[in-house]
């Protein structure tokens, strides 16, 4: 018995020498492409030097038993057969057969049929295979198989008998252990290189996938910060200032000015349900509908009605949009109102403490056909302020989901009433932002702010 | 941020949806997909129990009314019932508490379905 384990450590160690040589051959791109049967003469001959020169190595650094080489020449062959394919399986199997015929000896013979044999095998089972590649648990059957097969042609080829039985009792166990072994590990690092090159090629996809989805987020966003008015309109009278920022690339929230010819100019500010792309899509189209509706009806209640109808049909999704919609007029300082289900603007005169809401005059738009919404009038005066907003603001939580609210919002506002709206504005933004600091911003902010002079 | 969490019941003939947490633009795709499968499991006669809701987004409102549509178009309808302040306050301000039938309970809801 410790002749056996003397030749299975042996073997053992040549077997280490090979894994090594494997991992090169493994990551090499002909390797590769031959996996991947992108197969060329160049790497079928590469691969066939490769597997011909671990079956040579396999042989020559074998050991003899009663004069005769004893080896893990057919791993080469094995390998290159059932992973890469018919020529390089056979290739190699031509090349340890050569080598072991020239090293003579009894059993050279039935040793060198036995590596083209491994080489033609294993090439069949490749070819059985067709797109799938043998498991680690055919690849170590395959070997015993093969191994088994070699022990018999010794049997049968080698004379006398007894010599044959002799050397086949003591080199059939390490012989087997050995190649099948030596192929274990050369397929379970196969196996390896097919599951990291899988998971590779997932990984790259995903990113790729995600790249594009950023890069076209980011043109969308840049599209939708075009889409708002490009600068804040002069209003003879009034200073005004507004402000929008969407949590995600793009969002929902939309602020329009709309010269309404003459000496009047309409403010609209508005919040589509919902969040992300799809509210995105349906501000753009309630934008464009308010803003004709605003252009071609005088009258704030009509352009309203006209508006909520056309948002309407086109609204399967059940999307709609709260929005308020009001006319100034610069001369007189008269505003005239319309608020279709959205949170009511903040309005402090300049001689009050109190604030006024402009709450709803009606539904929001997009929800009920022929809807009619009411109208509101109010008389400004210098050092009065309106404060437009959307419910970012207010239902901006906190970490202990504690809402920002109304009241914080009219205490910064009620504050701070003598600065420039651009300054209420900062403070506000800067406010809200400290309240949910350490929450990722939760819903669309968007804000403007209208004083009289 | 709490889940939102549903049961459904029968109790003839209506549907009663039972809704606890948030409804906001995460959690509304999960009263959207119960909605729906009520709907077309046959129930046209919905009650939707917010008394463990307490806060509710547009994109609740835009589910909601999204199944109202479907079923009033059946003669069916939802009712909501058991609203928080907070929760009336969006369906008032928005306008949907005029579209929407609200009851206190989900017992007068079901009387006014059986009338």
């Not at chain 1, 057969?97 to 039935?110: Q, Y």
């Not at chain 1, 049929?113 to 089972?125: I, P, R, T």
């Not at chain 1, 792309?277 to 934008?287: G, H, N, R």
């Not at chain 2, 633009?25 to 129990?49: F, R, V, Y």
Request: proline share 4%.
């Amino acid at each position: 018995m410790s002749v056996e384990l003397d030749f299975f450590i042996e073997l053992f160690e040549l077997i280490c020498v090979i894994i090594v040589f494997s991992i090169f051959v493994i990551h090499s791109r002909w390797f590769s492409d031959a996996v991947e049967r992108r197969h060329t003469w160049k790497n079928q001959a590469v691969l066939i030097l490769f597997f011909g020169l671990l079956s040579i190595y396999g042989t020559l650094g074998g050991l003899s038993i009663l004069g005769e080489p004893l080896n893990v020449g057919d791993i080469g062959p094995m390998a290159g057969g059932l992973f890469c394919g018919p020529y390089v399986g056979i290739g190699a199997g031509l090349i340890g057969a050569v080598l072991i015929s020239a090293t003579g000896g009894t059993t050279s013979l039935p040793c060198s049929l036995a590596a083209v044999l491994s080489g033609l095998f294993a090439s069949m089972v490749y070819l059985l295979l067709k797109n799938h590649f043998a498991g680690v648990k055919i690849a170590v059957i395959f070997a015993i198989a093969m191994e088994s097969l070699q022990m018999l042609i010794i049997l049968i080829m080698v004379k006398p008998p007894e010599i044959a039985c002799e050397i086949v009792s003591y080199a059939a166990l390490p012989m087997i252990i050995a190649n099948a072994t030596g192929i274990l590990i050369f397929s379970y690092l196969f196996r390896n290189l097919l599951e990291e090159k899988k998971t590779r090629n997932e990984r790259d996809q995903y990113e790729a996938e995600v790249a594009k989805n950023r890069a076209e987020l980011e043109i969308a966003s840049e599209i939708q910060t075009d889409f708002l008015p490009g600068g804040i309109p002069e209003i003879p009278g009034f200073s005004i200032f507004a402000l929008s920022r969407p949590a995600r690339e793009v969002g929902g929230d939309f602020y329009d000015f709309i010269d309404c010819g003459g000496e009047e100019t309409g403010i609209v500010i508005a919040d589509v349900s919902g969040k992300g792309v799809p509210a995105a899509l349906f501000m753009v189209l309630s934008k464009t509908l308010m803003n004709a509706s605003a252009g071609w009806n005088r009258s704030v209640k009509k352009a309203m009605e006209d508006a909520n109808n056309l948002i309407l049909a086109e609204s399967g999704t059940g999307m709609f949009v709260t929005l308020f919609y009001m006319r100034l007029n610069h001369s007189s300082k008269k505003i005239v109102y319309a608020n279709g289900g959205h949170c009511p603007p903040l309005y402090l005169g300049a001689s009050e403490n109190d604030f006024l809401s402009l709450n709803p005059t009606g539904m929001a738009l997009g929800v009920l056909e022929d809807n009619k919404y009411g109208a509101r009038e109010i008389s400004t005066s210098p050092g009065d302020l309106i404060v437009f907003f959307t419910d970012g603001i207010t239902e901006s939580i906190n970490t202990r989901e504690e809402e920002f609210g109304e009241e914080r919002l009219k205490e910064i506002i009620m504050n701070n009433r003598n600065k420039k709206p651009e300054e209420i504005a900062g403070l506000i933004i800067e406010s809200v932002d400290l309240h949910s600091s350490g929450n990722p911003q939760f819903d669309d902010i968007t804000l403007i702010i209208l004083k009289g002079l | 941020m709490n889940i939102m969490e549903i049961t459904r019941k029968k109790s003839e003939p209506a549907e009663i949806i039972m809704v606890k947490g948030r409804i906001d633009a995460q959690s509304s795709c999960i009263l959207d997909e119960n909605l729906m499968e009520a709907i077309e499991s046959g129930s046209e006669k919905i009650i939707i129990n917010m008394n463990e809701v307490d806060y509710i987004s547009s994109s609740g409102l835009r589910v909601m009314l999204l199944a109202l549509k479907k079923v009033r178009l059946s003669e069916g309808d939802i009712k909501l019932s058991g609203l928080k302040p907070f929760v009336m306050d969006v369906f008032v301000v928005s306008g949907f508490k005029n579209i929407f039938n609200i009851y206190d309970t989900d017992n007068e809801a079901l009387s006014d379905f059986i009338k």
